[in-house]
């Protein structure tokens, strides 16, 4: 338990050195602000203001960049001298994942919390009330568990710090801007309609911002607990197998 | 603890099917003793240290550290083992302080204990100055230094050390060698590896020499000189043109052609010297008879250049 603390806050000394906590805070408003001022006028979200409609994908956003940055930890802790020394100590090879993970959480809760702080200017609200506000709050802590998760596995197994964030780069983006997160489906190309609507990133901004408003479907929300339930089993497998691995 | 602080039996190793990188290596440490692996790369230095360390399991054979079996007991293992890769294996965006502090915490110890256990180390190993910048900004020396003290946090009872001043400036190596030197005295068992002859001869009680995952001999410095050949005697004249008078005066040492024992480069004669002072008084008394003047009469051993050449197949150059 000790040593889990101890790893932890080694990463958080670190990243406020090397400035990842920094972007983990810069990366969310940044996105929230282009987004809004580049579309915020293009865009037809229908009843909902474009702050409002926005914010659960610069949120979405903001957990990938997080995994991406887990990745290339994942990938430090296996092939740095600091990381095989790690394997000689007597502590579980559970403890460095188990600390990369407590670490994520940590910066999703600064992301989440300076997006929605941002946000809040331009107009962004809550009005679900307490229940649907924890609830959103649970539902990006769970997505971004799971795809850091997946980043740690892939960073984990992949040969080289430089290659495992990039290769997160083209499915980040892809996730990102090819999902209802930052307009509505009807506004892609009709071909491109299926993969927008039913892709995970899609399916929890969606449900993310029914919590925003305080109206949400049963069907959707279920969906995306599907989605993070299914992501957080297949992906919290992975990474514990390339530990065993290790 | 057992008297053998490190004991392997038949230890092998294969990456995949091609390459074995340890072919059934068996050695003993004593207790409180130094011992070098010394080797070309790829002679199966690393992977011998990887092994005992808990990093890879054996193909075959086994191994016990502090009397702990490390495939099965390799918990207990790392509990009394400490370890210095090739590489410095610290966190480059934490300072030298914060690197010991945490590597403390890591071990078992509570903050305070861990941070005056820094400050002592700090302090042992002279690096005040730097303890409070982060490791990025340290020269090799220093890295290396603050390295070999994090493996030291908790006092382990074996220390590997694999090639500890690789890459290191003569006087670095000199701060590295009296660091390992002063452990002896403190009932640690040191295991490293180098492919320097001289720092095996300097800080090692005895040295096992790999070549190609296999041992080839053992034992210490002294033994390894004696097993390459015999002392020669080597006698230079002032003047040159006296070096084949003294080759015939000297040829029923060798056995063998006169010219043959005239070093034409050195400018000197080199008889073989099996019982070492003995030939060096007779053949001193020889060349006194003859009254040629000299410069230089020496008895000359094998140095550990030539023993570990030898003993081991050429280097594969990359």
Known sequence: MSALVALTLRTMSGTLRDAD???????????????????????????????????????????????????????????????????????????????????CLIRAVIALAAGVVVASIF?????????????????????????????????????????????????QLVLVLLSTGIAPAESFP??????????????????????????????????????????????GSLALRMQRRA | MPDAAIECRDLAKSFGKASSALQGVSFTVPRASVCALLGHNGAGKTTTINILSTLLRPTAGSATVAGFDVVRQSGEVRACIGVTGQYAALDELLTGRENLTLFGKLRGLRHRHARRRADELIER???????????????????????????????????????????????????????????????VTVLLTTQYLEEADVLSDSIIVLDSGRIVASGTADDLKC??????????????????????????????????????????????APDGVVTFGEV????????????????????LDEAFLSLTSPAVTV
């Open chain 2, 227 to 272: 097993r390459v050949g015999v002392s020669y005697c080597q006698v230079t004249p002032a003047d040159p043109v006296h070096l084949s008078a003294i080759a015939m005066a000297l040829a029923d040492f060798a056995g063998a052609d006169c010219d043959a024992l005239i070093d034409q480069q050195a400018a000197a004669v080199s008889v073989p």
């Open chain 1, 123 to 171: 107009g962004f609200r809550m009005v679900g009330g307490l229940g649907c506000a924890v609830l959103f709050v649970l539902i990006v802590l769970a997505f971004a568990m799971a795809v850091c998760l997946g980043a740690d596995a892939l960073g984990s197994r992949i040969g080289s710090v430089e290659s495992s964030s990039q290769v997160l780069l083209l499915p």
């Open chain 1, 21 to 103: 906590l920094l972007f983990a805070v810069l990366a969310p408003v940044g996105c929230f602000l282009g987004f809004t001022l580049a579309l915020g006028n293009l865009i037809d979200t229908g009843g909902i203001t474009y702050p409002q409609y926005v914010l659960p994908v610069v949120v979405v956003q903001a957990m990938l960049f997080g995994a991406m940055t887990t990745a290339d930890r994942a990938a430090r802790d296996r092939l740095s001298g600091f990381g095989v020394r790690l394997r000689t100590l007597p502590i579980s090879a559970m403890v460095p994942l188990a600390a990369r993970m407590l670490y």
């Open chain 2, 125 to 187: 190993f002279d690096m005040g100055h730097a303890a409070d910048r982060r490791v990025s900004t340290y020269s090799g020396g220093m890295r290396r230094r603050i390295d070999i003290a994090v493996a030291l946090v908790v006092p382990p009872r074996v220390l590997f050390l694999d090639e500890p001043t690789t890459g290191l400036d003569p006087r670095s190596r000199r701060d590295v060698w009296d660091l390992v030197s002063a452990l002896r005295h403190q009932d």
């Open chain 2, 284 to 303: 001193f008394r020889r060349l006194d008879g003859l009254g040629i003047e000299l410069v230089d009469i020496s008895l000359r051993r094998p140095s």
């Open chain 1, 190 to 235: 009709a071909w491109l309609g299926p993969f927008v609507r039913y892709q995970p990133v899609s399916q929890v901004t969606e449900t993310l911002r029914g919590l925003a408003a305080g109206h949400i479907t049963a069907v959707g929300l279920a969906v995306t607990t599907a989605w993070c339930v299914t992501l957080l089993a297949v992906f």
